[in-house]
């Protein structure tokens, strides 16, 4: 026999496999990941009808990070809440459009995990049809499960972090998924709408074949010093490095994951903190990333380290290839940035 049926490893089957090998498995794991699953095919539905169903541009509203919200973030916040929120397998959740923690309501279980989103990063971009996705991780609640979670569940450091991953919406939609059986990317079949394997065991590249860098060099002027000089250097005759920027994170992120190279977001006088959010981009991205055997840093610690003390915290973010990141924080660490 022949077809998806017999050569495909869906994304289910995926999830009971690797599920059934933990011997502590309540199910709640496999569960949380298949209503995101459902979540994301809603999302991914509606990405691609968004000019059709009037689901285009802004709601006139601004959010917590004083960013217009798009009538589609709205969409993604509130479905992918949805699914989980009564399948008994998360506690608490927590969104970059959300102000505050979400606890799920008393009437459904309170389960084991909590659930971290950016719904719909790059979202500036929904309006030019360019690529855009929900950045997620995953942890286990430190409070005893069945009973109402607390703040301390939901503000971690990253390095609690269990799974981790996102879902792209470009010319195609994937969920990349990363956890301790590696990083795993999976392909929505739109006419069958099923995930199947697409990308089993993603690893970057090895560094000399990753000469690929990612920032925004419009703020190069307000940049900390050293970095100016780093990223001239990468453009010195045969240095051999190209440059790309979407301008979306999970975009520019997932392009450097398959192809190799560094994607950096420094600190700037207008985001002197950095940009992106320590909890809903930065803390997911860099499971991601080190689970595919490469690295992330603020320009001075390991971004997995960084203890936050707010929801909404703000973060420079230095990630991919280990050697490029390296050399990074080598640089900003000498010119006392
Ligand atoms: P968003 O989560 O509101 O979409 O904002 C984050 C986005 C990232 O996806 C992207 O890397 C960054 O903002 C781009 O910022 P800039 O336009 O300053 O380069
Ligand atoms: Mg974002």
């Known amino acids: 026999m022949n077809g998806q049926f017999d050569e495909g490893i869906t994304l289910d089957r995926f999830i009971y496999e690797t599920t059934r090998a933990h011997p502590t498995a309540t199910g709640q794991f496999a569960t949380l990941l298949r209503q995101l699953s459902l979540a994301a095919r809603l999302v991914s539905n509606r990405v691609n009808r968004a000019g059709l169903a009037g689901m285009l541009g802004g709601t006139g509203d601004v959010n917590v990070q004083g960013e217009f919200v798009q009538k589609l973030d709205i969409y993604a916040n509130e479905t992918i809440k949805r699914a989980l929120e009564h399948a008994g397998c998360v506690c608490a959740m927590a969104s970059e459009e959300d102000e505050g923690p979400y606890f799920v309501p008393e009437r459904f279980y309170s ?58 919406y470009g010319s195609g939609t994937i969920i990349v998924l990363a956890t301790d059986a590696g990083v795993q990317g999976f392909t929505l079949d739109p006419a069958l709408g099923e995930f199947f394997l697409s990308h089993p065991d993603i690893r970057l590249q090895p560094e000399a074949r990753t000469k690929t860098y990612s920032v925004n060099e419009g703020y190069a002027a307000s940049w900390p010093p050293g970095l100016r000089e780093y990223v001239e250097s990468l453009k010195a005759p045969g240095a051999g490095w190209r440059s790309r920027y979407i301008g979306s994170l999970v975009a520019d992120f997932h392009r450097n994951l398959i192809t190799g190279g560094v994607f950096l977001y420094p600190a700037t006088k207008k985001n002197p903190s950095g940009k992106l959010r320590v909890l809903f981009e930065a803390f997911p991205l860099a499971y991601v990333v080190e689970k595919a055997g490469g690295a992330a840093t603020d320009g001075r610690r390991r971004i997995l380290d960084i203890e936050p003390t707010h929801l909404h915290q703000r973060t420079p973010l230095f990630i991919g290839n280990r050697v490029h990141v390296e050399d990074i924080t080598r640089v900003l660490a000498e010119a006392g940035a």
């Open 111 to 168: 389960g084991r995990y909590v659930f971290h989103m950016d719904p719909l990063d790059g979202s500036s971009n929904i309006d030019v049809n360019a690529t855009i996705g929900t950045i997620f991780a995953i942890y286990r609640r430190r409070s005893e499960e069945g009973t109402p979670a607390t703040l301390d569940d939901v503000l971690r450091p990253g390095r609690d972090i269990v799974a981790a991953g996102y879902v792209i």
